[in-house]
């Protein structure tokens, strides 16, 4: 053991001694860097943690959030997450870093490609095999698509007959079934499963539709609830207009924050007209930059403890609303 080691601080300090000559300390930083660089490039699955050292390397110094260069801050997972496409862009035409500041090496810039096109995820995956990530749209709320797409690639490895992390076993359907209950708790109103690897919002609503459904295992489409009911009659349909999801979504789902009383009454819902005027929170027109369709599809209001998501079909509702022009309809 203690040969070994000596051994191996033997061949380092050979390195350091042939690499480094004078100019100690920089070009042990590169053989390093080329070292590290070489390695995260050769990880078959890339997260945030593997890669985060060329930000904080090559960019953080000018884009942080006490200084935003151009508007771009990369020194924490969300701000470069917010961004991906504008960063990665200057990154592969070479734009940024700036000729005044220290390049990146080609193999970092093949690592944020790759990384990019795993996704951007904050985290590794599991499996170490690169998690695809449906399209938008694509997964579906039948437990075919939902197999596919969700248990196979991100549960099943520590949920199975022989590895039943938790004791749970999600490798059939009889045992999906089985703990329904729990899985709709970690996986829509926690979204703590998977542990390390976050699903993505489409994922986690087509788990919660095909759960309100029922959790058929028929291929049939799912019919999603209407939300709420009227208490006589046929149940109103949602439509794409401001009275729609006022009484339809706001009333019961929001107001009890966000109406005179409540602790988000800062952020008023209605009428349309003080609604309207918050323009970070409906921009007409632009549903992407409105944060009445992003916290909501991104299914951060309402607050995971105060009750469930809304549904895709309320969800698109509401971007189809704004799209359209916000209008007082
Ligand atoms: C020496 C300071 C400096 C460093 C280092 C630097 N930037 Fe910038 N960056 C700027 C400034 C200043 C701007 C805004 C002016 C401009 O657009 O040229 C900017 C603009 C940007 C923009 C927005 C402009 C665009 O191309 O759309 C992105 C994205 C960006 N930087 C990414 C990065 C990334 C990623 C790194 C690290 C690999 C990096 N920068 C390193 C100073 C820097
Ligand atoms: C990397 C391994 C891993 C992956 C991947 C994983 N889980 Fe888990 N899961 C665990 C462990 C460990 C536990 C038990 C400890 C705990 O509750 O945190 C657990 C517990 C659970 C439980 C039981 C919680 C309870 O209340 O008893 C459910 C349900 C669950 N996981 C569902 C899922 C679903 C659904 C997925 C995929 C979307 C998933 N898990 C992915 C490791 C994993
Ligand atoms: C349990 C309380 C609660 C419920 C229920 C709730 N919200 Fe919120 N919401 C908040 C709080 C707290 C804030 C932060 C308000 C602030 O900035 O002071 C907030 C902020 C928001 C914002 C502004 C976010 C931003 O950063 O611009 C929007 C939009 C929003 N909520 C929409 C909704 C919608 C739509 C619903 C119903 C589907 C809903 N909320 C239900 C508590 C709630």
Redesign the pocket.
Known sequence: MKKQKLFFLVILLTAFGIGCGFYHSKSGDNSARQALDQKTLNKKSLGFEDIQYIFNNACVHCHNGANPSGGISVDNYDSVKASVGTVCSAITSLSMPPRSANPLTPIEIQIIAKWVAQGAPEYPS?TGDPIPTPTPGEIKATYASIRQL??VP??I???NASTH??D?D?STYAGVKE?ID??H???VVEQS?????P?SADQIQAVADWIAAGAPEGDAPVEVPTPTPAPTGAPPVLSATYSSIHDQIFVPKCMSCHGADGKASDVPLEPYSELIAQTDVVSAGDAESSSLYTETSKLKMPPKKSGPPLNSVEIETIKTWINQGAKND
């Open positions: 599991p969700v248990l991100s549960c490895d520590c949920h992390k938790g749970i999600l703990n729990k899985v708790n970690e996986v499963m998977p542990p390390k690897w699903l």
